[in-house]
Protein backbone atom coordinates (compact mmCIF):
# COMPACT_ATOMS: atom_id res chain seq x y z
CA UNK A 1 0.00 0.00 0.00
CA UNK A 2 1.28 3.74 -1.33
CA UNK A 3 1.79 6.51 1.53
CA UNK A 4 -0.88 8.32 -0.03
CA UNK A 5 -2.97 5.34 -0.92
CA UNK A 6 -2.75 4.16 2.62
CA UNK A 7 -3.46 7.99 4.20
CA UNK A 8 -6.87 7.80 2.17
CA UNK A 9 -7.85 4.49 3.38
CA UNK A 10 -7.24 6.05 7.22
CA UNK A 11 -9.37 8.83 6.05
CA UNK A 12 -12.28 7.17 5.00
CA UNK A 13 -12.45 4.70 7.98
CA UNK A 14 -12.22 7.57 10.52
CA UNK A 15 -15.43 9.12 8.39
CA UNK A 16 -17.64 5.61 8.43
CA UNK A 17 -16.49 5.48 11.93
CA UNK A 18 -15.00 2.61 11.44
CA UNK A 19 -12.27 2.85 13.72
CA UNK A 20 -13.99 4.42 16.41
CA UNK A 21 -13.70 1.50 18.52
CA UNK A 22 -10.38 0.59 18.89
CA UNK A 23 -9.16 0.72 22.07
CA UNK A 24 -6.10 2.50 23.64
CA UNK A 25 -3.78 0.75 22.43
CA UNK A 26 -0.85 3.03 22.51
CA UNK A 27 2.64 1.75 24.27
CA UNK A 28 6.50 2.38 24.05
CA UNK A 29 8.04 0.56 21.53
CA UNK A 30 8.70 -2.98 22.34
CA UNK A 31 11.75 -4.87 23.08
CA UNK A 32 14.18 -7.04 25.06
CA UNK A 33 17.22 -6.17 27.79
CA UNK A 34 20.66 -6.38 26.74
CA UNK A 35 21.07 -9.41 29.74
CA UNK A 36 18.62 -11.42 27.05
CA UNK A 37 21.26 -10.73 24.18
CA UNK A 38 23.99 -11.50 25.87
CA UNK A 39 22.73 -14.77 27.51
CA UNK A 40 22.36 -15.82 23.82
CA UNK A 41 25.99 -14.77 22.72
CA UNK A 42 27.31 -17.01 25.89
CA UNK A 43 25.11 -19.95 24.92
CA UNK A 44 26.26 -19.63 21.26
CA UNK A 45 29.62 -19.56 22.38
CA UNK A 46 29.36 -22.77 24.55
CA UNK A 47 28.04 -24.94 21.92
CA UNK A 48 30.63 -24.20 19.22
CA UNK A 49 34.03 -24.19 21.90
CA UNK A 50 36.18 -22.39 19.64
CA UNK A 51 37.39 -20.45 16.79
CA UNK A 52 35.81 -17.18 16.03
CA UNK A 53 32.10 -16.40 15.09
CA UNK A 54 31.84 -13.67 12.99
CA UNK A 55 28.16 -12.22 11.75
CA UNK A 56 27.66 -9.04 9.60
CA UNK A 57 24.78 -6.49 10.26
CA UNK A 58 23.11 -5.09 7.50
CA UNK A 59 24.76 -1.51 6.10
CA UNK A 60 21.84 -0.20 4.41
CA UNK A 61 18.29 0.72 4.77
CA UNK A 62 15.84 -0.54 2.31
CA UNK A 63 14.16 2.58 -0.21
CA UNK A 64 10.83 4.33 1.83
CA UNK A 65 11.03 1.51 4.56
CA UNK A 66 11.93 1.34 8.31
CA UNK A 67 15.36 -0.14 9.04
CA UNK A 68 15.21 -3.50 10.65
CA UNK A 69 18.41 -5.26 11.23
CA UNK A 70 19.64 -8.78 9.66
CA UNK A 71 17.64 -11.29 12.45
CA UNK A 72 20.86 -13.43 13.28
CA UNK A 73 22.94 -10.43 13.98
CA UNK A 74 20.04 -8.89 15.71
CA UNK A 75 19.30 -11.91 17.74
CA UNK A 76 22.43 -12.12 19.38
CA UNK A 77 22.92 -8.24 19.24
CA UNK A 78 19.97 -6.03 19.80
CA UNK A 79 21.98 -3.95 18.23
CA UNK A 80 20.08 -1.85 15.34
CA UNK A 81 22.91 0.48 13.55
CA UNK A 82 23.97 0.28 10.30
CA UNK A 83 27.01 -1.04 8.98
CA UNK A 84 27.69 -3.34 11.97
CA UNK A 85 29.88 -6.77 12.73
CA UNK A 86 29.85 -9.00 15.56
CA UNK A 87 32.84 -10.83 16.67
CA UNK A 88 32.63 -13.87 19.03
CA UNK A 89 35.58 -15.73 20.74
CA UNK A 90 34.05 -18.72 22.06
CA UNK A 91 37.54 -19.68 23.63
CA UNK A 92 38.00 -16.81 25.68
CA UNK A 93 34.41 -15.94 26.04
CA UNK A 94 34.61 -12.31 24.62
CA UNK A 95 32.38 -10.87 22.27
CA UNK A 96 33.62 -7.76 20.32
CA UNK A 97 30.66 -5.14 18.18
CA UNK A 98 32.91 -3.04 15.17
CA UNK A 99 30.51 0.11 13.99
CA UNK A 100 31.18 3.08 11.65
CA UNK A 101 32.96 5.91 12.62
CA UNK A 102 30.29 8.54 11.59
CA UNK A 103 31.06 11.94 10.50
CA UNK A 104 28.94 14.54 11.79
CA UNK A 105 27.40 15.18 8.44
CA UNK A 106 25.58 11.28 9.29
CA UNK A 107 24.68 12.24 12.37
CA UNK A 108 22.62 15.05 11.44
CA UNK A 109 20.97 13.39 9.33
CA UNK A 110 20.34 9.79 10.97
CA UNK A 111 21.84 10.38 14.09
CA UNK A 112 24.95 8.66 15.79
CA UNK A 113 25.45 4.55 17.52
CA UNK A 114 26.78 2.76 20.28
CA UNK A 115 30.34 4.19 19.72
CA UNK A 116 28.66 7.73 20.52
CA UNK A 117 27.90 6.61 23.88
CA UNK A 118 30.69 6.46 26.06
CA UNK A 119 28.49 3.86 28.51
CA UNK A 120 27.43 2.38 25.48
CA UNK A 121 29.88 -0.95 25.46
CA UNK A 122 28.71 -1.58 29.29
CA UNK A 123 25.55 -1.04 28.56
CA UNK A 124 25.12 -3.15 25.61
CA UNK A 125 27.48 -5.92 27.61
CA UNK A 126 30.33 -6.27 25.25
CA UNK A 127 34.04 -6.67 25.59
CA UNK A 128 34.85 -4.17 23.66
CA UNK A 129 33.00 -1.36 20.77
CA UNK A 130 35.32 -1.03 18.01
CA UNK A 131 35.47 1.24 14.79
CA UNK A 132 35.00 -1.20 11.82
CA UNK A 133 37.85 0.40 10.50
CA UNK A 134 39.93 -1.93 12.99
CA UNK A 135 37.81 -5.11 12.27
CA UNK A 136 40.72 -6.48 9.80
CA UNK A 137 43.37 -5.29 11.85
CA UNK A 138 41.61 -6.74 14.46
CA UNK A 139 41.82 -10.34 13.24
CA UNK A 140 44.85 -10.55 11.49
CA UNK A 141 46.08 -9.68 15.31
CA UNK A 142 44.06 -12.41 17.10
CA UNK A 143 44.06 -15.02 14.35
CA UNK A 144 45.78 -17.04 16.65
CA UNK A 145 42.76 -17.19 19.27
CA UNK A 146 40.57 -18.54 16.26
CA UNK A 147 41.98 -21.88 16.35
CA UNK A 148 42.41 -22.23 12.38
CA UNK A 149 38.57 -21.62 12.08
CA UNK A 150 35.85 -19.21 11.46
CA UNK A 151 31.81 -19.70 12.09
CA UNK A 152 29.83 -18.37 9.78
CA UNK A 153 26.86 -17.67 8.27
CA UNK A 154 27.38 -19.66 4.92
CA UNK A 155 23.67 -20.21 4.82
CA UNK A 156 21.13 -17.96 3.08
CA UNK A 157 19.96 -15.47 5.45
CA UNK A 158 15.93 -15.08 6.34
CA UNK A 159 14.77 -12.68 6.28
CA UNK A 160 10.98 -10.92 7.73
CA UNK A 161 8.45 -12.09 5.88
CA UNK A 162 10.58 -15.28 3.94
CA UNK A 163 12.30 -18.05 5.68
CA UNK A 164 16.23 -18.90 4.50
CA UNK A 165 15.05 -21.26 1.66
CA UNK A 166 12.66 -18.40 0.35
CA UNK A 167 15.53 -15.87 0.23
CA UNK A 168 17.45 -18.75 -2.14
CA UNK A 169 14.60 -19.14 -4.03
CA UNK A 170 13.62 -15.90 -5.09
CA UNK A 171 17.65 -14.67 -5.50
CA UNK A 172 17.52 -17.69 -7.81
CA UNK A 173 14.39 -16.61 -9.79
CA UNK A 174 16.15 -13.09 -9.92
CA UNK A 175 19.30 -14.18 -11.44
CA UNK A 176 17.52 -15.76 -14.56
CA UNK A 177 19.06 -13.73 -16.80
CA UNK A 178 22.55 -12.36 -16.20
CA UNK A 179 21.35 -9.13 -15.87
CA UNK A 180 19.87 -9.19 -12.99
CA UNK A 181 22.62 -11.81 -11.52
CA UNK A 182 24.43 -9.94 -8.94
CA UNK A 183 25.85 -11.53 -5.87
CA UNK A 184 24.23 -10.93 -2.77
CA UNK A 185 26.15 -9.05 0.34
CA UNK A 186 26.13 -12.38 2.02
CA UNK A 187 27.45 -13.77 -0.54
CA UNK A 188 30.11 -10.95 -1.13
CA UNK A 189 31.58 -10.84 2.09
CA UNK A 190 31.84 -14.57 2.53
CA UNK A 191 33.94 -14.19 -0.79
CA UNK A 192 36.19 -11.96 0.96
CA UNK A 193 36.91 -13.42 4.07
CA UNK A 194 37.55 -16.49 1.64
CA UNK A 195 40.40 -14.32 -0.13
CA UNK A 196 41.60 -12.28 2.92
CA UNK A 197 42.28 -15.25 4.96
CA UNK A 198 42.89 -18.35 2.82
CA UNK A 199 44.58 -20.33 5.75
CA UNK A 200 41.15 -20.58 7.68
CA UNK A 201 38.23 -22.94 7.83
CA UNK A 202 35.08 -21.84 7.65
CA UNK A 203 32.16 -23.25 8.70
CA UNK A 204 28.46 -22.83 8.64
CA UNK A 205 27.02 -20.91 11.99
CA UNK A 206 23.21 -21.13 10.53
CA UNK A 207 22.80 -24.84 11.49
CA UNK A 208 23.66 -23.74 15.38
CA UNK A 209 21.56 -20.74 15.00
CA UNK A 210 18.54 -22.26 13.72
CA UNK A 211 18.43 -24.79 16.64
CA UNK A 212 18.40 -21.72 19.29
CA UNK A 213 15.74 -19.76 17.43
CA UNK A 214 13.44 -22.68 17.28
CA UNK A 215 13.14 -22.56 21.28
CA UNK A 216 12.01 -19.39 22.40
CA UNK A 217 12.81 -18.01 25.42
CA UNK A 218 10.85 -16.80 28.20
CA UNK A 219 11.70 -12.99 27.12
CA UNK A 220 10.76 -13.61 23.39
CA UNK A 221 7.54 -15.67 24.71
CA UNK A 222 6.45 -12.62 26.91
CA UNK A 223 6.39 -10.18 23.64
CA UNK A 224 4.72 -12.98 21.35
CA UNK A 225 1.98 -13.03 23.64
CA UNK A 226 1.56 -9.47 23.41
CA UNK A 227 1.89 -9.77 19.39
CA UNK A 228 -0.48 -12.17 19.38
CA UNK A 229 -3.16 -10.25 21.25
CA UNK A 230 -2.42 -6.98 19.63
CA UNK A 231 -2.55 -8.81 16.00
CA UNK A 232 -6.03 -10.22 16.87
CA UNK A 233 -7.26 -7.33 17.63
CA UNK A 234 -6.46 -5.95 14.76
CA UNK A 235 -7.87 -8.44 12.62
CA UNK A 236 -11.20 -8.26 14.44
CA UNK A 237 -11.26 -4.14 13.54
CA UNK A 238 -10.17 -5.45 9.95
CA UNK A 239 -13.44 -8.02 9.95
CA UNK A 240 -15.44 -4.88 11.64
CA UNK A 241 -14.54 -2.84 8.26
CA UNK A 242 -14.46 -5.87 5.63
CA UNK A 243 -18.49 -4.95 4.56
CA UNK A 244 -19.83 -4.62 0.76
CA UNK A 245 -18.56 -1.10 -0.45
CA UNK A 246 -15.33 -0.51 0.64
CA UNK A 247 -11.59 -1.68 -1.01
CA UNK A 248 -9.62 -4.42 0.24
CA UNK A 249 -7.11 -1.68 1.30
CA UNK A 250 -9.44 -0.14 3.75
CA UNK A 251 -9.25 -3.44 5.58
CA UNK A 252 -5.84 -3.58 5.81
CA UNK A 253 -5.62 0.12 7.01
CA UNK A 254 -7.85 -0.62 9.75
CA UNK A 255 -5.58 -3.45 11.06
CA UNK A 256 -2.39 -1.07 10.65
CA UNK A 257 -4.19 1.58 12.65
CA UNK A 258 -4.33 -0.96 15.63
CA UNK A 259 -0.42 -2.81 15.14
CA UNK A 260 0.92 1.19 15.00
CA UNK A 261 -0.97 2.62 17.79
CA UNK A 262 0.06 -0.36 19.79
CA UNK A 263 4.03 -0.45 19.23
CA UNK A 264 4.49 -2.71 16.62
CA UNK A 265 6.58 -1.73 13.40
CA UNK A 266 4.17 -2.75 10.85
CA UNK A 267 3.10 -5.32 9.60
CA UNK A 268 5.22 -8.68 9.22
CA UNK A 269 4.66 -9.26 5.80
CA UNK A 270 2.85 -7.40 3.07
CA UNK A 271 -0.89 -8.05 4.31
CA UNK A 272 -3.10 -10.52 2.18
CA UNK A 273 -6.93 -8.73 1.98
CA UNK A 274 -8.52 -11.26 -0.75
CA UNK A 275 -12.03 -10.69 -1.38
CA UNK A 276 -14.35 -12.50 -4.13
CA UNK A 277 -12.09 -14.26 -6.47
CA UNK A 278 -9.27 -13.23 -4.78
CA UNK A 279 -9.86 -15.14 -1.71
CA UNK A 280 -8.10 -18.00 -3.80
CA UNK A 281 -4.85 -16.25 -4.49
CA UNK A 282 -2.65 -17.75 -1.73
CA UNK A 283 -0.26 -14.63 -1.03
CA UNK A 284 -2.63 -11.90 -2.98
CA UNK A 285 -1.17 -8.10 -1.79
CA UNK A 286 -2.70 -5.77 -4.33
CA UNK A 287 -5.51 -4.98 -2.30
CA UNK A 288 -7.36 -2.95 -4.31
CA UNK A 289 -10.77 -4.56 -5.22
CA UNK A 290 -13.96 -3.36 -4.16
CA UNK A 291 -15.64 -5.76 -1.84
CA UNK A 292 -18.95 -6.70 -3.63
CA UNK A 293 -22.44 -8.64 -1.53
CA UNK A 294 -22.03 -11.92 -1.02
CA UNK A 295 -18.27 -11.82 -1.22
CA UNK A 296 -15.86 -14.05 1.05
CA UNK A 297 -13.20 -12.08 2.47
CA UNK A 298 -10.07 -13.55 3.35
CA UNK A 299 -7.52 -11.86 5.22
CA UNK A 300 -3.91 -13.20 6.45
CA UNK A 301 -2.18 -10.95 8.38
CA UNK A 302 0.27 -9.97 11.52
CA UNK A 303 2.15 -7.43 13.23
CA UNK A 304 6.18 -7.01 13.41
CA UNK A 305 6.37 -6.49 17.30
CA UNK A 306 9.52 -6.22 19.28
CA UNK A 307 11.40 -7.92 15.90
CA UNK A 308 8.93 -10.71 16.44
CA UNK A 309 6.37 -11.76 13.70
CA UNK A 310 2.31 -12.86 14.78
CA UNK A 311 0.43 -14.69 11.99
CA UNK A 312 -3.20 -14.95 11.45
CA UNK A 313 -5.75 -15.57 8.78
CA UNK A 314 -9.27 -15.20 9.22
CA UNK A 315 -12.15 -15.78 6.30
CA UNK A 316 -15.19 -14.01 6.85
CA UNK A 317 -18.89 -13.13 4.76
CA UNK A 318 -18.38 -9.75 3.80
CA UNK A 319 -22.46 -9.39 4.11
CA UNK A 320 -22.54 -10.65 7.32
CA UNK A 321 -24.02 -14.33 6.89
CA UNK A 322 -22.10 -17.24 6.12
CA UNK A 323 -24.13 -19.23 2.63
CA UNK A 324 -24.59 -22.91 3.34
CA UNK A 325 -22.21 -23.99 1.19
CA UNK A 326 -19.59 -22.09 2.64
CA UNK A 327 -20.44 -22.88 6.16
CA UNK A 328 -19.74 -26.41 4.72
CA UNK A 329 -16.35 -25.81 3.38
CA UNK A 330 -15.48 -23.24 6.80
CA UNK A 331 -16.29 -26.27 9.20
CA UNK A 332 -14.23 -28.74 7.24
CA UNK A 333 -11.25 -26.09 7.10
CA UNK A 334 -11.77 -25.39 11.11
CA UNK A 335 -12.38 -28.98 12.41
CA UNK A 336 -8.83 -30.11 10.78
CA UNK A 337 -6.89 -27.03 12.89
CA UNK A 338 -8.80 -27.39 15.90
CA UNK A 339 -7.76 -31.06 15.52
CA UNK A 340 -4.52 -30.45 14.94
CA UNK A 341 -4.03 -27.82 17.28
CA UNK A 342 -5.64 -30.85 20.25
CA UNK A 343 -2.71 -32.90 19.16
CA UNK A 344 0.34 -30.60 19.85
CA UNK A 345 2.33 -31.23 22.96
CA UNK A 346 6.21 -32.01 23.32
CA UNK A 347 7.32 -35.10 21.49
CA UNK A 348 4.48 -35.03 19.01
CA UNK A 349 5.36 -35.67 15.35
CA UNK A 350 3.57 -34.75 12.24
CA UNK A 351 2.48 -38.78 12.09
CA UNK A 352 0.97 -38.33 15.07
CA UNK A 353 -0.71 -34.53 14.43
CA UNK A 354 -2.18 -36.42 11.11
CA UNK A 355 -3.70 -39.50 12.55
CA UNK A 356 -5.37 -37.51 15.51
CA UNK A 357 -6.99 -34.94 12.57
CA UNK A 358 -7.74 -38.26 10.35
CA UNK A 359 -9.76 -39.92 13.60
CA UNK A 360 -11.53 -36.92 14.26
CA UNK A 361 -12.86 -35.90 11.09
CA UNK A 362 -13.74 -39.52 10.61
CA UNK A 363 -15.70 -39.61 14.05
CA UNK A 364 -17.33 -36.65 13.12
CA UNK A 365 -18.00 -37.52 9.51
CA UNK A 366 -16.11 -34.73 7.79
CA UNK A 367 -14.65 -35.52 4.66
CA UNK A 368 -11.22 -34.01 4.56
CA UNK A 369 -11.07 -32.56 1.33
CA UNK A 370 -7.22 -33.69 1.05
CA UNK A 371 -6.38 -31.72 4.14
CA UNK A 372 -4.14 -33.45 6.59
CA UNK A 373 -2.67 -31.52 8.86
CA UNK A 374 0.63 -30.72 10.34
CA UNK A 375 2.45 -28.61 11.70
CA UNK A 376 2.61 -25.08 9.72
CA UNK A 377 5.79 -22.80 9.31
CA UNK A 378 7.29 -21.36 12.39
CA UNK A 379 6.80 -18.37 13.69
CA UNK A 380 9.41 -15.73 15.33
CA UNK A 381 11.74 -13.33 13.75
CA UNK A 382 10.93 -14.08 10.51
CA UNK A 383 7.00 -15.08 9.97
CA UNK A 384 8.74 -17.75 8.12
CA UNK A 385 10.84 -18.51 10.90
CA UNK A 386 13.62 -21.58 11.35
CA UNK A 387 12.67 -24.84 10.71
CA UNK A 388 10.87 -26.81 13.75
CA UNK A 389 12.71 -30.44 13.03
CA UNK A 390 10.76 -33.35 13.43
CA UNK A 391 9.53 -33.28 16.77
CA UNK A 392 7.82 -30.45 18.78
CA UNK A 393 9.55 -29.35 21.71
CA UNK A 394 8.51 -26.74 24.67
CA UNK A 395 9.10 -23.06 23.35
CA UNK A 396 8.21 -23.73 19.69
CA UNK A 397 5.88 -21.44 17.98
CA UNK A 398 4.46 -21.60 14.71
CA UNK A 399 1.51 -21.15 12.28
CA UNK A 400 -1.02 -23.54 11.24
CA UNK A 401 -3.36 -22.55 7.87
CA UNK A 402 -5.20 -25.04 6.56
CA UNK A 403 -7.32 -23.56 3.74
CA UNK A 404 -9.60 -24.72 0.90
CA UNK A 405 -10.20 -22.78 -2.28
CA UNK A 406 -12.24 -23.10 -5.32
CA UNK A 407 -11.78 -20.75 -8.02
CA UNK A 408 -14.53 -21.67 -10.31
CA UNK A 409 -16.87 -20.39 -7.49
CA UNK A 410 -14.59 -17.73 -6.11
CA UNK A 411 -13.67 -18.29 -2.80
CA UNK A 412 -11.40 -19.82 -0.39
CA UNK A 413 -11.22 -20.62 2.96
CA UNK A 414 -8.18 -20.38 4.97
CA UNK A 415 -8.03 -20.15 9.25
CA UNK A 416 -4.84 -19.74 10.92
CA UNK A 417 -3.64 -19.02 14.26
CA UNK A 418 -0.11 -18.68 15.89
CA UNK A 419 0.71 -21.61 18.47
CA UNK A 420 3.19 -22.15 21.61
CA UNK A 421 4.14 -25.38 22.61
CA UNK A 422 3.64 -25.68 26.30
CA UNK A 423 4.83 -28.03 28.47
CA UNK A 424 1.39 -30.15 27.92
CA UNK A 425 0.10 -29.01 25.07
CA UNK A 426 -0.04 -25.95 23.52
CA UNK A 427 -1.49 -21.83 23.93
CA UNK A 428 -2.89 -20.21 20.73
CA UNK A 429 -1.65 -16.94 21.22
CA UNK A 430 -4.03 -15.61 18.55
CA UNK A 431 -6.90 -16.86 20.20
CA UNK A 432 -8.59 -13.31 20.70
CA UNK A 433 -10.27 -13.00 17.23
CA UNK A 434 -13.21 -15.33 16.89
CA UNK A 435 -13.50 -17.93 14.57
CA UNK A 436 -16.51 -20.25 15.18
CA UNK A 437 -18.95 -19.56 12.71
CA UNK A 438 -21.52 -17.97 15.23
CA UNK A 439 -18.62 -16.01 17.14
CA UNK A 440 -18.13 -14.07 13.30
CA UNK A 441 -21.82 -13.55 12.60
CA UNK A 442 -22.39 -12.56 15.92
CA UNK A 443 -19.11 -10.11 15.15
CA UNK A 444 -20.55 -8.95 12.04
CA UNK A 445 -23.38 -8.19 13.28
CA UNK A 446 -22.39 -5.45 15.86
CA UNK A 447 -20.71 -3.49 13.38
CA UNK A 448 -23.31 -1.22 12.63
CA UNK A 449 -24.87 -0.38 8.88
Not at 157 to 167: I, P, S
Not at 266 to 293: F, M, Q, T
Request: net charge neutral; hydrophobic share 40%.
Amino acid sequence: MTAIRRKAAFAALIALGLLAAVPPLRAQRPGLPPEEFAARRAALMERLKDGAVILFGDAAAPAGAHFRQDNDFYYFTGNEDLGAILVLLPESRASFLFLPQLTDREKLYDGGNLLDDPDGRAKAGFTQVLPSTSFDEFMARGLFRAGGRFHLRLSPRDALDQARYEVALYEARRARTRYHDQISADLDRIAKIRERYPQMELRDVAPVIDEMRAVKTPAEIDLLRRNGRLTAEAVKQAMAAGRPGVYEYEIEAAALAVVLKGGAAGAAYAPIVGSGPNSCILHYDRNDRKVEAGDAVLMDFGADYGHLAMDITRTWPASGRFTDEEKEVYRTVLEVQKACIEAYKPGATTKDVREHVSAVLKAKGIAPRGLAGGFGHGVGLSVHDVPLGGVLKQGMVFAIEPGLYDEKKGFGVRIEDTVLITADGCEVLTAGVPKEIAEIEKLLAGRGR
